[in-house]
């Protein structure tokens, strides 16, 4: 028994000193009929440089040995330091785990080392579908708002490796609470893949198109150009006629005159019963007119926009009474009954609802020229901002004077010189008699006071 262990570790001592230290050796992924590029290497020179391929091939690599009709050759400068292999052309058959085999000179002995690497062959999705509650569909009918939302599963299958997904409604992108679910690994080692979209339906999406996108590198140009990456669902959103936010008012009015009021909304299905109740009790459905023939109503017209209807009342002539009464227009469909009140008016639009916006403006500008003009008055009264006296410190108690005397429309106090600075060296002031002595402002007013007048 001993024996054995002796025997067992020595084969693992060898085993360990046969080993070399293998670099470089990457994973790629490439689609099918691209080129891919293994390579590694190590800090020894190497005697021999094999790959082992998914299906158990070996190929030993050698400048100007070429397998495959030259679809798999060597790839390097250096024999001694680079092992690589380029398959030109690849195949499904490539994708899979790669072995770089080195047989590498060390310390004078032929050592082994081995890593392996992937050769990913981007597979694109050979199905791709919808489905809703668990049906695969291409159409579905959403009662809004009773039911409007529906839970909208993508599914991609036959791809690798795995893709995302996004999603558009109409022409623009649409985004809401997607989950996606667990990956299945199919026998070939290809995913099937879903996400489920929680879809809230609008009455403005009916006729519309929820698509789901699948992104995936496996797609080739041409597949992309004829849409193979994508699955539409058609959206057929019902709901009665939808309701307006407040009354419709109908202004200018001309007494004597014909009128024509039209009044727009959106349903789907189509209206099936559509009529005007007016404020007399006088009934017109579509398409006939009122015992008098004073309101006729048209038959009622699809637009101004996919899934709306305009309704069209013809009044002639009009009638003082008419102005400011109270009419509706009644419409159902298969889903419910609406009304739509609507007043009529013989005057013009008012003011305030034409339009608020240009008075609320010309208000605050108002306000604004108010502040700047009291808080510049103030300034001026304080002495702040631009209107603060340069002249601080000392000279503090005679701006003050300065600013009272205009204030109170006097002549302004005469400035004090300036002063020199102290290094600087004066000439001596001139003693003649003969120069005139200024006198000083109290001087002068104390003189005014007693009307005397002294000659200079």
């Known amino acids: 028994m001993e024996i054995l262990h002796c025997a067992i570790l020595l084969a693992v001592l060898v085993q360990a000193q046969c080993e070399v230290a293998v670099e470089g050796f990457e994973s790629v992924e490439v689609r099918e009929g691209e080129e891919a590029i293994l390579s590694c290497t190590t800090p020894s020179d190497i005697l021999f440089c094999t790959f082992r391929s998914p299906t158990d091939e070996t190929f030993t690599m050698k400048s100007g040995l070429p397998y495959e009709e030259g679809r798999i050759v060597y790839h390097g400068e250096d024999e001694k330091r680079e092992c690589g292999m380029k398959i030109t052309d690849v195949k499904e ?72 997904f996004s999603w558009m409604l109409g022409e623009d992108q649409f985004s809401g609470p997607v989950e996606d679910l667990e990956n299945t690994v199919n026998e070939d080692g290809t995913l099937t893949q879903a996400q489920v979209l929680t879809y809230e339906s609008q009455p403005a999406h009916n006729g519309k198109q929820l698509t789901c996108i699948v992104n995936h590198r496996g797609y080739s140009e041409d597949q992309l150009s004829a849409q193979q990456n994508k699955v539409t669902l058609d959206l057929d959103v019902q709901f009665q006629p939808v309701a307006a936010d407040k009354p419709q008012e109908f202004y200018n009015l001309a007494i004597g005159k014909e009128h024509v009021i039209l009044m727009s909304f959106r349903a789907h299905p189509k209206p099936s019963e559509v009529h005007w109740a007016l404020s007399d009790g006088i009934e017109v459905a579509e398409g006939s007119e009122s015992m008098d023939t004073r309101f006729k109503a048209d038959i009622l017209a699809e637009g101004p926009s996919d899934g709306m209807y305009t309704a069209r009342l013809t009044m ?72 603060a006296d340069k002249n601080i410190g000392d000279d503090g108690e005679k701006s003050a004077a300065q600013f009272e005397a205009l204030e109170k429309g006097e002549a302004s106090p005469e400035k004090e010189p300036i002063k020199e600075p102290n290094n600087i060296k004066k000439e001596p002031e001139p003693t003649n008699e003969n120069v005139p002595i200024k006198e000083s402002v109290d001087e002068k007013e104390e003189k005014k006071s007693n009307g005397a007048h002294t000659p200079v």
């Open 316 to 387: 002639n002539p009009v009638k003082p009474e008419d102005a400011g009464t109270t009419s509706e227009l009644i419409v159902t469909n298969e889903l419910g009954t609406t009304k739509y009140p609507f007043t009529l008016s013989v005057g013009d639009k008012p003011a305030a609802e034409a339009g608020s916006g240009p008075v609320i403006a010309i208000v605050i500008v108002a306000i604004i020229i108010i502040v700047v003009i009291v808080v510049a008055v103030i300034a001026r009264s304080q002495g702040m901002l631009c209107f």
């Open 93 to 164: 058959k490539d994708n899979g785990e790669w072995k770089c085999l080195l047989t590498a000179l060390l310390d004078g002995q032929a050592k082994k080392g081995e890593k392996a690497a992937i050769i990913t062959v981007a597979k694109p999705p050979s199905d791709i579908h919808i489905e809703v509650d668990g049906e695969t569909t291409a159409a579905v009918i959403v009662n809004y708002p009773e039911n409007k939302e529906r839970k909208v599963k993508c599914v991609a299958a036959g791809g690798r490796p795995s893709a995302s």
